[in-house]
T-cell receptor, first 113, second 113 residues
Framework: DSGVTQTPKHLITATGQRVTLRCSPRSGDLSVYWYQQSLDQGLQFLIQ???????AKGNILERFSAQQFPDLHSELNLSSLELGDSALYFCASSGGGGAETQYFGPGTRLLVL | SQQGEEDPQALSIQEGENATMNCSYK?????LQWYRQNSGRGLVHLILIRSNEREKHSGRLRVTLDTSKKSSSLLITASRAADTASYFC?????????????FGAGTRLAVHP
């Protein structure tokens, strides 16, 4: 158990809809990272927050947004969903804001029908 | 293209054999990490090797780093069926004012009883 929790575990929705994925980092970790993993794209970095502020952006679509709250949990919002958004979404956390070890949550499996 | 790229993409061996996976990267690094992912689960950190280290051991794992060749290898000795997983290397990369981790596409290892 990494100490990172993600909810929900599974999500099935329809195209055009909007969903919110939630992540709670390990106790004491200030950074939260979001990744998307699909069969044909591998592990894609989406965005990083550090202590409530956006730190780095990766291949995140404009339809996607994220935030980190004062209690350090984070939410990833996916809107106007398309079939191609079906993937595993992982959250990871680390103590600082750099390239140290990241601890991954169990992921949310999103299926867009 | 990825900062870190694993080779081979897939590896199939018998229990008891050794498994070697390689990772190549493009730019200078401060550290390189290896992670394991069981099917559909979150990534689990295995080992971190710093740029001034050449070899590191952890149980049945041996990691080497050759900064002159910009490559690393992960050796799993006396493999077990439970080692069946995907293995990812990650390297730190300075971009946008911050240091962040970049993951490769992974090597899928299958260990047959």
């Amino acid at each position: 158990d990494s100490g990172v929790t993600q909810t929900p575990k599974h999500l099935i929705t329809a195209t055009g809809q909007r969903v919110t994925l939630r992540c709670s980092p390990r106790s004491g970790d200030l950074s939260v990272y979001w990744y998307q993993q699909s069969l044909d794209q591998g592990l894609q970095f989406l965005i990083q927050y550090y202590n409530g502020e956006e730190r780095a952006k990766g291949n995140i679509l404009e339809r996607f947004s994220a935030q980190q709250f004062p209690d350090l949990h984070s939410e990833l919002n996916l809107s106007s969903l398309e079939l191609g958004d079906s993937a595993l979404y992982f959250c990871a956390s680390s103590g600082g804001g750099g390239a140290e070890t990241q601890y991954f949550g169990p992921g949310t499996r999103l299926l867009v029908l | 293209s990825q900062q870190g790229e694993e080779d081979p993409q897939a590896l199939s061996i018998q229990e008891g054999e050794n498994a070697t996976m390689n990772c190549s990267y493009k730019t200078s690094i401060n550290n390189l990490q290896w992670y394991r992912q069981n099917s559909g689960r979150g990534l689990v950190h295995l080992i971190l090797i710093r740029s001034n280290e050449r070899e590191k051991h952890s149980g049945r794992l041996r990691v080497t780093l050759d900064t002159s060749k910009k490559s690393s290898s992960l050796l799993i000795t006396a493999s077990r069926a439970a080692d069946t997983a995907s293995y990812f290397c990650s390297t730190d990369m300075f971009s946008g004012g911050y240091n962040k981790l970049i993951f490769g596409a992974g090597t899928r290892l299958a260990v047959h009883p």
